[in-house]
């Protein structure tokens, strides 16, 4: 699907993220220094780098502001603190979205496809179905069970951000950065709300979900529903 650049000096994550990235489908080189990962820009051009913060040689924040001198590249950092400020100066450097540690593979992964998507360097199908549920990209249309379903453009995305990775939990933080952009901040309520209003457009209520469970504490799983 893309070729990643992961910039990361721990040899346990590399081998962790390199091996679930390949599973994906991805390509990936590795490096574990800051000076390396500028070289590896400007010769293998990666689709997408993942940073980490802490390296040995350069301060991570140096090397991604480097790095956008050098490149147009999308970053996604990796870093261990997870405090607003922090945030706000490293999306003002040009970070695209971040991940903070200890993250999971499943997380990363979704913040590239994420990222991909929005840089619109994606070779995803565009019809995506579960059980009778149909979303179709070009068109921006869904049927369920052959019945068109309007949405808004949000109640839209949502659907198709839970249809993509239907089976899995997906966290309200990862749809806030995935359908809203808001790589940091936003409200667990926006997601609520939209989802209440999908429910009702589906034809289904938290009460009684076919598609849309909600994880208690955790977040939302698309699936399709039981055959009567
Ligand atoms: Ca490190």
Same mark, same amino acid.
């Given at each position: 699907?893309?070729?990643?650049?992961?910039?990361?000096?721990? @040899?346990? $994550? =590399?081998?962790? %993220?390199? +091996?679930?990235? #390949?599973?994906?489908?991805?390509? &990936?080189?590795? *490096? !574990?220094?800051?000076?390396?990962?500028?070289?590896?820009?400007?010769?293998?051009?990666?689709?997408?780098?993942?940073?980490?913060?802490?390296?040995?040689?350069?301060?991570?924040?140096?090397?991604?502001?480097?790095?956008?001198?050098?490149?147009?590249?999308?970053?996604?950092?990796?870093?261990?603190?997870?405090?607003?400020?922090?945030?706000?100066?490293?999306?003002?450097?040009?970070?695209?979205?971040?991940?903070?540690?200890?993250?999971?593979?499943?997380?990363?992964? @979704?913040? $590239? =496809?994420?990222? %991909?998507? +929005?840089?619109? #360097?994606?070779?995803?199908?565009? &019809?995506?179905? *579960? !059980?009778?549920?149909?979303?179709?990209?070009?068109?921006?249309?869904?049927?369920?069970?052959?019945?068109?379903?309007?949405?808004?453009?949000?109640?839209?995305?949502?659907?198709?951000?839970?249809?993509?990775?239907?089976?899995?939990?997906?966290?309200?933080?990862?749809?806030?950065?995935?359908?809203?952009?808001?790589?940091?901040?936003?409200?667990?309520?926006?997601?609520?709300?939209?989802?209440?209003?999908?429910?009702?457009?589906?034809?289904?209520?938290?009460?009684?979900?076919?598609?849309?469970?909600?994880?208690?504490?955790?977040?939302?799983?698309?699936?399709?529903?039981?055959?009567?």
């Amino acid at each position: 699907m893309a070729q990643v650049l992961l910039v990361e000096d721990d @040899a346990a $994550i =590399r081998s962790a %993220l390199t +091996r679930a990235l #390949r599973e994906q489908g991805h390509s &990936v080189a590795s *490096v !574990g220094a800051g000076m390396a990962a500028l070289a590896a820009v400007v010769e293998q051009k990666p689709d997408v780098v993942l940073l980490d913060l802490g390296l040995p040689d350069i301060d991570g924040a140096d090397v991604l502001s480097m790095l956008r001198a050098i490149s147009d590249v999308p970053v996604i950092v990796a870093t261990a603190r997870d405090d607003e400020s922090e945030m706000v100066r490293l999306l003002d450097l040009g970070a695209d979205d971040y991940v903070i540690k200890p993250f999971t593979a499943t997380q990363v992964t @979704a913040r $590239i =496809r994420a990222v %991909l998507r +929005r840089m619109g #360097r994606t070779d995803e199908d565009p &019809v995506v179905t *579960v !059980g009778g549920l149909c979303i179709d990209t070009r068109s921006y249309e869904v049927t369920v069970d052959g019945r068109p379903v309007e949405l808004a453009r949000k109640e839209f995305e949502l659907l198709l951000a839970l249809a993509r990775r239907a089976g899995e939990v997906v966290t309200k933080r990862d749809l806030l950065a995935e359908v809203w952009q808001l790589a940091w901040g936003g409200s667990d309520r926006t997601v609520d709300v939209h989802l209440s209003w999908l429910r009702r457009k589906l034809g289904e209520s938290a009460r009684e979900p076919r598609y849309l469970h909600s994880v208690r504490g955790v977040g939302v799983r698309l699936v399709a529903p039981e055959a009567p």
